[in-house]
């Protein structure tokens, strides 16, 4: 859950190594739970695309593609 954007706008259903199948149990309740609740869906999407359109703009996107091709 690199700096929390998942837990922040979703449901974090922790690290699950190999196959993944060991993760489906937990991942197809994360998604009830979410289909479960509009209002809650409905506000962690609003706020995940605000954090989208802050986070990736195109300043952002130059800056770091300047800085890799210095490399």
Known sequence: DPESVT???GVYVGRWDGSGM???DSFAEAIERLLDDDDR???LG???REW???THTR???AAAFTRLAAV
Do not use: C, I
Request: charge should be positive.
């Open 52 to 54: 989208v359109r802050a």
């Open 22 to 24: 060991d993760a489906v």
């Open 7 to 9: 837990s922040r706008f």
């Open 46 to 48: 609003h706020k995940g």
């Open 59 to 61: 300043d952002h996107f």
């Open 41 to 43: 869906r409905l506000q």
